[in-house]
């Protein structure tokens, strides 16, 4: 190197050792509270900047604080357990107390995008307690399912001469009893108390994401949405109908995510077998399949999959409130993008066959599978229907992401994922030049899909799995993302780069 | 052929795809001494904040790069003989190359302060910046940042995020006032002292104080006021980061000195994005341009320009295109298209204005030139075509729902708009006809 001068960049970038591997910086060291200081030197500093939380916080804490102990107090001396005074203090209290608290807390926070330290909390990034979260999520989930009694609630026991033991209410089921009697007029069971907590989570949470997005229109919209839908729709009138004598129908869900609503006989919900069920039930029955095959396709065209999975859908809605805290963790690698589309168009491959299946089985008088087609509609049941949409899709929140299910299993999301990636106005378009790589899009995408990738070409985002949440949209630092229900596939699109 | 790039920023990473996707048989290898693989430069602050990862601020999966045959090698060059068209690392390795592309960015101003050089006093621009940022802040209790521009207000935020106090330094009478019109300037500066942020106006950083150990200890201003605080931001803008190519014998202006087609002043060698000067005929300064886009345009020209030189077809020149950016200054967006705070000759300005929101449209006897949007999203090929036509400011106010770009159920302000500014060219026009009578 003959011509070459001797040169010198900067020393300290010769010693600089970062760690490409390791990922990153680690966490920083967090300035304790009572150091922070936000007013000028030589200023009066401003007191409040002193006073710690704010009174309304102190109290919303302690009514969670006194709940989760009245709660446990219960639960443990069965005093006060399964009256109305217990479900206020129990389960009333945290949950007004937490929703309280999340309220409070962002009021003062300035309008706009507030994700400071998410990747420092542990909760939130798999640390220590993010996996207790995890466990115990999933732990619930198991015990809902197969353990009931964890939950309070033990089945009778039946052997060969007659019942054995009666059905037997404790916990948390009895805790909620006395609301069970007042909508459906008969005692609680778990999946009562299970419907009493999704709902509370939703709407808790739904109260928090709305404050964190308070300068967004269309997340306030939205998530008002799914507390509505879940409230009234896949808790109220479900839990009213059974107290009417009805068939208790969720009109939010459909088949194949719902699928015995279309399954035939026995297998199904048997709408118009019974008396008691007669016209309501030819309604109901008329209602499903006509969001099947009529509104699922005409929406979809019309808005995108979000019409549903991310404004009505219950697994979604709790997806939106209490998995909001986890969206991050989604992966967005190709190779999740492979996985995700063998599992859950294998997913719904099965439950179309089965469907069909059970169908000619019925038709056919049961000869065709005999007991066989209970044993297949069992085994779908539980590792589809439990283990995936339960215990993976919900308890695996704070290790996976909030979407695990709709993304990797939802057969729901499946269809109308086809259909939004083929016959839908909807699409997510960039802003011409403006992109600048930063990747917070991709990093909230709760399914994963690198919004990125598309935006830094300037190309529009058409994606069978965008549930059209719009967080991509809000994060933007630079106004680059907006959802549309374009000109449709079959009109000449404006403004695309 | 082989390419060697220097740099692995937007510029270095725009040519070498484009280069992929010209020439399949080429071998590409890109340098850096910084990251192996590429990042996103404007996500560093997002990871002071905690909004990200490093891991997340990669726009392609570390296995991309493999599969475009895109060589990484991570080491600083140290030296090249452009003769040999050979390059050293530090650590000793050597590499042969055809073509080398210069995009080795740009490198935070420091105006000489006393004390520029302590331990604690940094510019941002790079990993070794967020580093060093990370080391300084730790129980730092005041940061003081001193310049009024896009960098100097994200250090500010990012410290803020992290409960740190900061003041900002601003020479300006206003926030970026050399660059915001008046009522985006006083907009931003209202947020920045809603934050709680301590903005000194029209004030200068006269030097850093030393705590006896080579550490900053305190600032003192231009008014003598002394501010004690742990961290300092130098971001009074960034300069072309010429050192090595000036120190080889590529031959440097304010930056590396380049052709409209990116060629340097030595055979072999190209310059692109932050660190390239264009020259540029006719024109009273050469052209330096230091934003995202046009690190990326450069970068994609500089490949498409080495490709043409290879098959003796005629060379792309790069044309700068219809200027535009935008910024976020803490919660609030801001988008800029055309000639806005560029005080043309016979520019008027329309301005709309509502809390937290405003809509500025510049034109020239009624021809828009540019466009400030703050607090609202508009869409950038709208605005581009608008003023690449020279649209008729009716024209624009008749269509101005075509370049919103606002989230859905965002309030919409058109028919609002449309009244002030109708109210405001009315006042406009009339004293011009007024003059063409007399």
Redesign the interface.
């Known amino acids: 190197?003959?011509?070459?001068?001797?040169?010198?960049?900067?020393d300290?970038?010769?010693t600089?050792d970062?760690d490409?591997e390791a990922?990153?910086?680690g966490v920083?060291?967090?300035?304790p509270?009572h150091?922070?200081?936000?007013?000028?030197?030589g200023e009066d500093e401003d007191p409040a900047d002193h006073a710690g939380p704010s009174l309304l916080l102190r109290a919303s804490l302690g009514m969670v604080v006194v709940g989760v102990v009245a709660l446990l107090l219960q639960v443990s001396t069965g005093k006060l357990l399964g009256s109305w005074g217990g479900l206020l203090l129990g389960l009333v209290l945290p949950s007004v107390g937490t929703a309280l608290y999340f309220w409070e807390r962002y009021r003062h926070l300035?309008?706009?995008?507030k994700?400071?330290?998410?990747?420092?909390?542990g909760t939130r990034n798999r640390g220590l307690i993010g996996w207790l979260v995890g466990v115990g999520m999933t732990a619930f989930y198991v015990a809902l399912y197969w353990f009931p009694s964890y939950l309070g609630y033990t089945p009778a026991v039946w052997d060969e001469y007659g019942m054995v033991s009666d059905v037997q209410v404790s916990g948390l089921t009895l805790l909620v009893d006395p609301l069970a009697r007042l909508m459906t007029g008969a005692p609680a069971d778990h999946w009562f108390a299970y419907t009493v907590l999704y709902t509370l989570a939703v709407v808790v949470f739904g109260v928090r994401m709305m404050m964190r997005y308070r300068?967004?229109?269309?997340q306030?919209?939205r998530t008002a949405s799914v507390m509505f839908f879940q409230t009234g729709l896949a808790f109220v009138l479900p839990k009213l109908l059974k107290s009417f004598q009805q068939p208790e129908f969720y009109p939010t869900y459909f088949w194949p995510l719902k699928r015995d609503v279309l399954l035939p006989g026995d297998y199904g919900m048997n709408w118009t077998a019974t008396e008691a069920a007669g016209q309501v039930g030819v309604w109901m029955l008329v209602f499903a399949g006509a969001m099947t095959f009529l509104a699922t396709p005409v929406l979809t065209y019309l808005y995108g999959k979000r019409w549903y999975c991310s404004w009505v859908c219950g697994c979604g809605g709790l997806a939106e409130t209490l998995g909001d805290p986890w969206r991050?963790l989604s992966d967005k690698?190709?190779r999740a993008w492979w996985i995700e589309r063998i599992v859950i168009y294998s997913v719904l491959a099965v439950i179309v066959f089965l469907t069909g299946l059970l169908w000619l089985n019925h038709v056919r008088g049961g000869e065709l599978l005999g007991g066989f087609g209970a044993s297949l509609e069992r085994h779908y049941g539980f590792w589809i229907g439990s283990m995936f949409a339960g215990v993976a899709g919900v308890g695996f929140y704070p290790l996976l992401g909030s979407r695990v299910w709709c993304r990797f299993g939802c057969p729901q999301a499946a269809i109308l994922g086809i259909l939004q990636r083929f016959l839908s106005r909807f699409r997510i378009t960039t802003?011409?030049?403006?992109c600048?790589?930063?990747?917070?899009c991709?990093?909230y995408c709760e399914m994963g899909i690198d919004v990125?990738?598309y935006a830094?070409r300037g190309e529009n985002i058409v994606r069978a799995s965008c549930v059209g949440c719009?967080v991509c949209?809000?994060v933007c630092?630079?106004?680059v993302l907006?959802?549309e229900n374009g000109a449709g596939v079959l009109e000449e699109q404006r403004?695309t780069? | 052929m082989h390419i060697a790039i220097l740099g692995n920023g937007i510029t270095g990473v725009s040519a070498a795809i484009r280069l992929r996707e010209l020439r399949p048989d080429w071998s590409i290898t890109m340098i850096s001494g910084e990251s192996t693989y590429h990042y996103s430069r404007p996500a560093l602050m997002y990871i002071y904040m905690g909004h990200m990862g490093y891991a997340e601020t990669k726009p392609y999966e570390d296995s991309f790069w493999g599969q475009q045959r895109i060589d990484l090698v991570r080491g600083w060059v140290t030296a090249v003989d452009t003769d040999a068209r050979r390059l050293e690392l530090a650590d000793g390795r050597e590499l042969e190359y055809d073509q080398l592309l210069l995009a080795t960015g740009a490198k935070p101003n420091k105006f000489g302060w006393p004390g520029q050089d302590l331990e604690g006093v940094q510019g941002f621009y790079s990993l070794m910046d967020l580093e060093r940022l990370y080391r300084s802040s730790e129980g730092a209790r005041r940061g003081v940042v001193v310049g009024g521009g896009l960098i100097g207000l994200e250090l500010a935020e990012m410290l803020h995020s992290r409960g740190i106090a900061v003041t900002l330094l601003v020479r300006e009478d206003s926030y970026w006032n050399n660059v915001l019109p008046d009522e985006e300037s006083a907009m931003v500066t209202e947020l920045i002292r809603a934050a709680g942020m301590d903005l000194r106006l029209g004030v200068e950083l006269k030097e850093v104080l030393d705590d006896g150990t080579g550490r900053a200890t305190a600032v003192v201003t231009s008014e003598g006021q002394r501010i004690d605080c742990q961290v300092v931001g130098l971001t009074a803008g960034v300069s072309p980061n010429k050192a090595l190519a000036e120190a080889v014998g590529v031959p440097c202006g304010r930056g590396v000195l380049t052709d409209s087609s990116l060629r340097a002043k030595v055979p072999g060698v190209w310059a692109a994005g932050d660190c390239a000067e264009l020259e540029t005929p006719g024109e009273e300064r050469n052209m330096i341009q230091q934003v995202w886009y046009t690190g990326k345009a450069q970068g994609r020209l500089a490949a498409e320009a080495m490709h043409a030189e290879a098959e003796g077809h005629a060379l792309p020149t790069y044309d700068p295109g219809i200027w535009f950016n935008s910024a976020k200054f803490l919660d609030l967006e801001y988008q800029t298209y055309g000639q806005v705070g560029f005080h043309l000759p016979g520019e008027q300005h329309l301005v709309w204005q509502a809390p937290g929101k405003l809509l500025r449209i510049v034109h020239i006897d009624g021809r828009v030139v540019g466009f400030n949007a703050m607090g609202l999203r508009w869409r950038h090929l709208v605005c581009e075509d608008w003023i690449r036509e020279a649209r008729n400011v009716d024209f624009v106010l008749a269509h101005l729902e075509d370049a919103g770009f606002d989230p859905e159920f965002y309030s919409r302000h058109e028919p609002e708009m449309r009244r002030t500014f109708a109210d405001q060219l009315a006042k406009q026009t009339e004293p011009a006809l007024s003059g063409q009578e007399a």
């Open positions: 190197m003959s011509s070459a001068k001797p040169f010198q960049l900067n300290s970038d010769f600089y970062f490409e990922g990153g910086f920083p060291y967090e300035v509270a150091q922070r200081t936000h007013a000028a030197p300035s309008a706009g995008i994700n400071d330290g998410v990747f420092f909390s300068n967004n229109p269309y306030l919209i991050h690698s190709t802003n011409g030049g403006q600048i790589s930063c990747g917070n991709s990093t990125r990738a830094q719009g949209a809000a630092p630079r106004g907006k959802l403004y780069s």
